[in-house]
């Protein structure tokens, strides 16, 4: 049977593979491992995103830790990073995020955090995993039963928070923000005007359908546009739970991960605040960042594609930044995950201090082409005894020398296997990344 948890929580279509006996399971277990862990009727903290089936999964949800003799804090609609950060502030014992991030409205998922905000480990979900559905969990009756308890005034309180963590003010800039319709709808309009900045918010009314729907940071373009419809200084793009930032300058081009990742090590470097002088990046991050950083004299360590793996490794070395091409950042002298609010913060406030343009910053890197195809309808599972792809990889690593590299890998949420592929041309990367998909398509085919 293959692992539940992928590298974010449970997640698949809701109401099909993630259903709310799944979700009502989920809950009892959680109780069950904190009882373990000594805790006496413990209270977890629920946050979701505005999807329509976050609802159904809530309430599924705070079903199992109630009836399992814990206390649910439903929060309602608030970002990622917002539940890690209320389930220390309120000192729940866990805390649950209703997301499914990126992904369409039909998806959703379930994540988890310790009570001290960061994400569970590996063999923490798979503790879970054990007592999902075993007998002798904790069936408690009458007043030892849990309850379900509201708090409306939570997302104020995260809002407060990420004003007083920054250490800058906007006053004067003008931003775009597209809010994807989903978490950073309420938020991130609210936390950039008190900073000073003028706002023209973009996609911020979720109606619980239309979140992700061709806006939010999967869709740069359209932020991009809009900064130079309005003549902003630069543009800020969340995911539907707001723990990711893409970026757009004055001219309309898309600031990603990476580059974002590269601004602020170097700010962080000039004022002597980058612990460890090191940065930790996944093995998707582009080359032309390690190369960078290189020529700044700043370490790069690489993880495994996830921002748990990131943050695992940042906790152990004692590094404070770290983040992914797809815009997870960390600042883990700011918070205990990635914020996508916090991060489009601190990127404004480096804009701010060094009355430089964003187009500018962001030249402290030379992106080489890249191109990630995505193989769908294959056995990922089949992928490590494949020694044809391997084959094939091997070959196209030949071609490209030390002026390229290549990285094959089943995606962690999605049924696909992942082709990525740099080199000195569009072309070059292009070719080598066709050939390889041919392979896999040709040998895995389900």
């Not at 480990?121 to 969990?137: H, M, T, V, Y």
């Not at 950083?293 to 404070?320: F, K, N, P, S």
């Not at 990127?347 to 430089?356: N, P, Q, Y």
Request: hydrophobic share 40%.
């Amino acid at each position: 049977m293959s692992r539940l948890f992928g590298t974010d929580g449970v997640r698949g279509v809701a109401n099909t593979d993630l259903t709310p006996e799944l979700a009502l399971s989920l809950g009892r277990a959680l109780v069950a491992v904190l009882i373990e862990e000594g805790h006496t009727r413990p209270s977890i903290l629920i946050g979701r995103d505005p999807r329509w089936s976050g609802e159904l999964l809530e309430a599924a949800l705070a079903a199992g830790i109630t009836s399992a003799g814990g206390n649910a804090l439903t929060v309602g609609v608030i970002p990622t990073p917002g539940v890690a950060y209320l389930t220390t502030a309120v000192g729940a014992a866990a805390g649950a995020m209703i997301s499914a991030s990126h992904n369409p409205v039909g998806d959703n998922g379930i994540k988890f955090f310790g009570g001290d905000g960061y994400k569970l480990r590996d063999d923490e979900e798979d503790r879970l995993e054990e007592l999902i559905g075993a007998d002798g969990l904790p069936r408690p009756s009458g007043t030892d039963v849990g309850r379900i308890i509201p708090d409306h005034a939570a997302v104020l309180r995260y809002i407060d928070h990420l004003v007083n963590t920054a250490d800058t003010d906007l006053g004067g800039m003008r931003v775009v923000l597209d809010g994807s319709n989903g978490s950073a709808s309420e938020v991130a309009p609210q936390v950039y005007r008190r900073l000073g900045a003028t706002v023209i918010d973009l996609n911020c009314k979720p109606d619980g359908a239309n979140i992700n729907d061709g806006v939010g940071s999967t869709h740069p373009e359209v932020v991009c546009k809009a900064v130079v419809q309005h003549s902003a200084e630069l543009g800020i793009s969340h995911d539907g739970d707001a723990d990711r930032l893409i970026a757009a300058d004055a001219r309309g081009n898309v600031v990603d991960g990476d580059a974002i990742l590269a601004i602020l090590a170097r700010d962080r470097q000039q004022r002597d605040v980058l612990a460890e002088n090191t940065v930790v990046t996944t093995v998707m991050t582009n080359l032309g960042f390690k190369r960078a950083m290189q020529g700044l004299g700043i370490d790069v360590v690489e993880t495994a594609v996830g921002d748990r793996y990131v943050l695992e490794d940042m906790r152990g070395r004692g590094a404070v930044l770290g983040g992914e091409q797809s815009g997870h950042i960390i600042q883990l002298d700011k918070g205990t995950t990635g914020d996508g609010i916090l991060s489009a913060v601190a990127l404004m406030g480096v804009v701010k201090r060094s009355e430089a343009t964003l187009h500018d910053l962001a030249q402290v890197m030379t992106r080489l082409p890249q191109v990630l195809i995505n193989v769908p309808d294959v056995d990922k599972g089949r992928l490590d005894a494949t020694q044809a792809v391997w084959d094939a990889v091997a070959v196209e690593e030949g071609r490209l020398g030390d002026d390229g590299r290549v990285l094959v890998r089943p995606s962690g949420t999605e049924p696909v296997i992942r082709v990525m592929v740099e080199a000195m041309t569009q072309d070059d990367a292009h070719g080598s990344a066709e050939r390889i998909a041919d392979v896999i398509r040709d040998t895995l085919a389900i």
